[in-house]
């Protein structure tokens, strides 16, 4: 079966779908965009990410293409086209077209596209024995926590770790403290315990799976900082992992070549990964 995507108002073969030359998503990263998982078929924490798709509408002074209660519909449908059981759907909405010009149109009508496919997450061995990641200067611009599709900063980084044989780059600020990572929310268990990540502020994107992980974090029991941490905490922690949409709990076992704690995924990551893996199946 062909590949489905949703582009304003029709679903068309994936290889056919097309915005115009001057959609000012494509002119101006004049966008944002959302990434649900799908697992059973399901769409995951769908009101997390509308509500989060609201917030960066309205932070960019955006109207919404379709109403709240219209857009989940449209999801579960390419989903439902394009047979995705375990993956991803998309959303972008784009301010829409208009000449190329820096002010905002006044009477543009937003672009929506909607796409899906299949992925797999992380492989058995990569959860089994972590990750590295690399640390790079946060060059990003100063909102990211408006979801914006403006990702050339955090593509530039996580090519950089790539080709430092590491699987993510943390973003590390002008005061030493990593913010997080170019694709996913950076976590360590510190010496004493204490579950840290950087706040929720407006220097980093608030992963829809970061919060549920510390609210699964409370719900066990831990002590949970949302501060910022160093890269030399880090290293001198018992514990590192990431969230994501896609990975949901990744341990991470080495930042820069260093081993973090042991050298293996240690228990509250491996617990907070299976709790987070329940609460998705649920």
């Known amino acids: 079966m062909p590949r489905i995507t949703y582009v304003n108002g029709a679903y068309v073969p994936h290889h056919e779908a097309a915005v115009h030359v001057e959609d000012r998503g494509h002119q101006f990263a004049d966008a944002v965009y959302e990434v649900v998982a799908v697992a059973g078929g399901r769409l995951c924490h769908l009101d997390q990410h509308l509500d989060r798709l609201e917030r960066s509408l309205g932070a960019l002074s955006m109207a919404a293409p379709v109403s709240r209660r219209v857009l989940p519909v449209i999801l579960a449908r390419v989903v439902k086209l394009n047979r995705v059981t375990h993956g991803l759907v998309y ?39 972590g990750v590295a990641v690399a640390t790079r200067p946060d060059q ?16 530039l980084a996580r090519q950089w770790a790539k080709e430092a044989g590491a699987y993510e780059a943390w973003l590390v600020n002008d005061g030493g403290f990593v913010t997080e990572g170019s694709a996913t929310n950076a976590f360590i268990i510190a010496k004493d315990g204490a579950l840290l990540t950087h706040p929720d502020d407006s ?60 050298g293996r995924p240690g228990p509250v990551t491996l617990k907070l990964r299976a709790l987070y893996q329940e609460l998705r199946r649920k």
């Open 91 to 129: 959303v972008q909405i784009s301010r829409g077209v208009a000449p190329r010009n820096h002010f905002f149109p006044a009477d543009t009508a937003p672009s929506l596209v909607v796409s899906a496919w299949p992925v797999k997450g992380p492989s058995a061995e990569q959860v089994e024995k």
């Open 140 to 155: 990003r611009w100063k909102r990211p926590d408006i979801k914006a599709v403006g990702l050339l900063p955090n593509l």
């Open 203 to 262: 220097s980093i994107l608030g992963g829809v799976t970061r919060s549920n992980v510390l609210r699964l974090a409370r719900h066990l029991g831990l002590e949970v900082v949302e501060r910022a941490f160093t890269v030399a905490e880090a290293l001198s922690a018992r514990e590192a992992f990431l969230t994501g949409t896609t990975l949901m709990v990744l341990p991470v076992t080495r930042v820069d070549g260093q081993t973090v704690g042991e």
